[in-house]
């Protein structure tokens, strides 16, 4: 009968074992995803207009507002760097044009309360130094947590082919999402980058 | 090291017999458990170190028993940064990620010992059962899980080495097979081999 309490109270341990992976390990570069229109032909497009600001969207939604100056500059220029490059030309919202960018930023905070597990977070030993005679700390409070995640969408819409009932299709976006810095340049530069990596794996993206 | 396991076993298996030693009544198992993954290779192909078992026989008649397992065992590989793209080329996402499978196999088993020494009682077995498994992607802050139940399937070969009256080692290999299903990732059943280490205890 010992031996059965025993073995369920081992069973019961082991249980709770369970491995999950180090995600520390897990790059901070948002992810970056984007989707195409199948029956787009971005060779037929010449011409394209972009706004110099940056919608700005939050969940908190008296902060919803445009962005403008440096860091609305930084992700403009990356998106016409990067059309420049595939060929298309740069005109002025004021003329003619075939496809209208739209840059939008959003930002999400996201808060919650843990109850840290007692004794080293429920890992065995202690990470070095002893204090008031080696005893481990012990957590009797909880502590409030919060991380911001944010996403960086591009759209290009097809001005060229909206017709008389201005039917306007988006015919790519693309979403760079992830968790944030606290720090503002470090966001930008992320985002810079994952507009970046959108264009390099969005070769279609030509004109002729 | 499987090569070491194997030839164990065959020698305990071939090894003729002198006495049928009286058998205990019950016994419970404790093990750890090496799990390689030899089906969806391509959602992830790393061997787990990871694994564990508990199980239950009880003699029914001299060279069989019956009883019960449950095992545990968590794959995880690392795959960096890389461009993924569906079938049609209309999406494509670029990321690192985890992938991660959590498997909780668990069920009745049977198993015939064959007649051998004193000291080795080596056997076959059958598992047959359910098992619970999640498959993951970790990526940047975002994790996709899925959670499915299958069949599940468990021949078995091992030996026991009775080192005292009331216990002794457990070694052996196993075949897992389950129906556990995940359209979302293509895979269409689970399949492991696995190697046990562990603690009997019987009376």
């Given at each position: 009968m010992k031996r059965i309490i025993v073995?369920?109270?081992?069973?019961?341990?082991?249980?709770?074992?369970?491995?999950?992976?180090?995600?520390?390990?897990?790059?901070?570069?948002?992810?970056?995803?984007?989707?195409?229109?199948?029956?787009?032909?971005?060779?037929?497009?010449?011409?394209?207009?972009?706004?110099?600001?940056?919608?700005?969207?939050?969940?908190t939604p008296s902060a919803d507002s445009i962005i403008v100056g440096a860091i609305a500059t930084s992700l403009v220029n990356a998106v016409k760097t990067n059309m420049n490059a595939r060929g298309y030309t740069l005109v002025p919202r004021t003329q003619q044009f075939d496809l209208g960018m739209k840059i939008t930023v959003i930002k999400q905070v996201n808060a919650g309360v843990v109850y840290p597990p007692g004794w080293w977070w429920g890992y065995p030993g202690y990470p070095g130094g002893c204090y008031w005679g080696c005893y481990p700390p012990y957590y009797p409070y909880p502590i409030a947590y919060s991380y911001t995640v944010g996403d960086v969408l591009v759209d290009l819409i097809d001005v060229k082919n909206a017709g008389s009932s201005h039917h306007l299709a988006s015919i790519w976006l693309m979403d760079g999402g992830g968790v944030m810095s606290s720090l503002t340049q470090t966001n930008v530069d992320l985002a810079v980058d994952a507009i970046n990596q959108a264009f390099a794996q969005s070769t279609y993206i030509q004109t002729n | 090291?499987?090569?070491?396991?194997?030839?164990?076993?065959?020698?305990?298996?071939?090894?003729?017999?002198?006495?049928?030693?009286?058998?205990?009544?019950?016994?419970?198992?404790?093990?750890?458990?090496?799990?390689?993954?030899?089906?969806?290779?391509?959602?992830?192909?790393?061997?787990?170190?990871?694994?564990?078992?508990?199980?239950?026989?009880?003699?029914?008649?001299?060279?069989?028993?019956?009883?019960?397992?449950?095992?545990?065992?968590?794959?995880?590989?690392?795959?960096?940064?890389?461009?993924?793209?569906?079938?049609?080329?209309?999406?494509?996402?670029?990321?690192?990620?985890?992938?991660?499978?959590?498997?909780?196999?668990?069920?009745?088993?049977?198993?015939?010992?064959?007649?051998?020494?004193?000291?080795?009682?080596?056997?076959?077995?059958?598992?047959?059962?359910?098992?619970?498994?999640?498959?993951?992607?970790?990526?940047?802050?975002?994790?996709?899980?899925?959670?499915?139940?299958?069949?599940?399937?468990?021949?078995?070969?091992?030996?026991?080495?009775?080192?005292?009256?009331?216990?002794?080692?457990?070694?052996?290999?196993?075949?897992?097979?389950?129906?556990?299903?995940?359209?979302?990732?293509?895979?269409?059943?689970?399949?492991d081999v696995n190697f046990q280490i562990g603690l009997v205890f019987t009376d």
């Open positions: 073995a369920g109270l081992i069973l019961g341990c082991l249980i709770s074992c369970r491995k999950t992976p180090d995600t520390s390990q897990l790059t901070n570069k948002f992810v970056v995803t984007t989707v195409r229109d199948p029956n787009a032909n971005f060779a037929s497009y010449k011409k394209y207009a972009i706004s110099d600001t940056v919608a700005y969207i939050s969940n | 090291m499987k090569t070491k396991i194997i030839f164990i076993i065959c020698s305990a298996l071939i090894s003729c017999t002198v006495t049928n030693a009286q058998w205990a009544h019950n016994l419970f198992g404790i093990s750890w458990e090496i799990g390689i993954p030899v089906s969806n290779n391509d959602f992830l192909k790393k061997t787990s170190m990871e694994g564990g078992k508990i199980e239950y026989r009880h003699k029914i008649k001299e060279n069989l028993t019956v009883g019960g397992f449950l095992n545990w065992r968590s794959y995880y590989e690392y795959f960096p940064t890389a461009t993924y793209e569906n079938p049609e080329k209309t999406q494509a996402v670029t990321t690192d990620m985890y992938r991660y499978i959590y498997n909780l196999p668990m069920g009745a088993n049977v198993h015939y010992y064959f007649k051998a020494g004193d000291m080795f009682k080596p056997f076959a077995g059958l598992g047959i059962g359910a098992q619970y498994s999640e498959q993951s992607m970790y990526y940047n802050i975002f994790l996709a899980e899925d959670k499915n139940w299958g069949f599940l399937l468990r021949p078995e070969l091992g030996t026991i080495i009775k080192f005292q009256e009331q216990w002794g080692a457990l070694i052996g290999a196993t075949y897992s097979w389950s129906t556990n299903k995940n359209d979302r990732l293509g895979i269409k059943s689970l399949g």
